[in-house]
Nanobody
Framework: QVQLVESGGGLVQAGGSLRLSCLASMSTFSIYAMGWYRQAPGKQRELVASISSGGTTNYADSVKGRFTISRDNAKNTVDLQMNSLKPEDTAVYYC????????WGQGTQVTVSS
């Protein structure tokens, strides 16, 4: 059974930084496209950033220049470095793995205070 376990969420002041990490259990991690999504209260889940199996990255316009996604295939991890955080970044952040199947983590709360 594949598991994605997120960590690194928390409470931070506006302008601060957080680093989220997702540890994946599948042995074929390197073939998966990985992504970070977020869902704020009352809003739909949205893509924040993604990274392909080949390392190509993609970002939502709202986080470009502030967030960086990276992966370490040797450690089965995908990280999201979040800088210059804003109150509107407050949400539950979910790790996603996509290949022939799609897997989701349980989510980690990020709260940015003004």
């Amino acid at each position: 059974q594949v598991q994605l376990v997120e960590s690194g969420g928390g409470l931070v002041q506006a302008g601060g930084s957080l680093r989220l990490s997702c540890l994946a259990s599948m042995s074929t991690f390197s073939i998966y496209a990985m992504g970070w999504y977020r869902q704020a209260p009352g809003k739909q889940r949205e893509l924040v950033a993604s990274i392909s199996s080949g390392g190509t990255t993609n970002y939502a316009d709202s986080v470009k220049g502030r967030f960086t996604i990276s992966r370490d295939n040797a450690k089965n991890t995908v990280d999201l470095q979040m800088n210059s955080l804003k109150p509107e970044d407050t949400a539950v952040y979910y790790c996603n793995a996509h290949s022939s199947f799609v897997y989701w983590g349980q989510g980690t709360q990020v709260t940015v205070s003004s």
